[in-house]
């Protein structure tokens, strides 16, 4: 890549992955070849892209639970309120709802600022008992994630800029869902991969033609050929 690449910043469900949600193998290819900081945002929890960034031989700087845990030169900051998150679910189990992970849940066992619910759960009970909460409830397409209002990708990425020493607006973002959208707005530019939902299509400034890692590859190969 060349020199003067800009830094990055990559959702991993649906942009990193292929349609089957496996991450695709070229990934170890393309990314740690960077010539720029690389930033793993997602709404997973906290160790998913730490660890990620770890096989891939990148530098550990991560958005996480949907801005909600940020790393980025070596320190780590929150900014959800996981105590109120928990309350409000338990308080939804209570009521009848289930957060839909089985016995083991994996899902958010490691979360630290949010909680996450399968998308078969009852959206109308979940969203009430999160009002109550004063809490919001963020459909990424994946799951139902109760999170703490203000909190999203985007403020995530001004944090990783201010603390790496860029202007948000240096950085290239590629995504594929509506939390994304905030990510998108921030950045300087943004590409959405094919397969992206609507809301993500309509704030990215380029829909691509292609689907998963194929449209964040070629993302990545139009910047380097600019």
Known sequence: MTADAPPLALDIDGTLTDGTGRLDPRTFNYLPAWDAPVVLATGKAFPYPVSLSHYLGLEQTVIAENGGVVLADGAVSYQGDRERARAAADAF????????????????????????????????????VAAEFDLDVFDTGYAYHVKTPGVEKGTGLKAVAEALGYDPSDFVAVGDSENDVSTFGVAGRSFAVANADAAAREAADIVLEESYFDGTISALESIAEA
């Open 93 to 128: 189990v209570e009521r009848g709802g289930d957060l839909g992970w089985g016995g083991f849940d994996a899902i958010n066992e490691w979360r630290r600022t949010e909680v996450a619910v399968n998308l078969d759960a009852d959206e109308e009970l979940l969203r009430s």
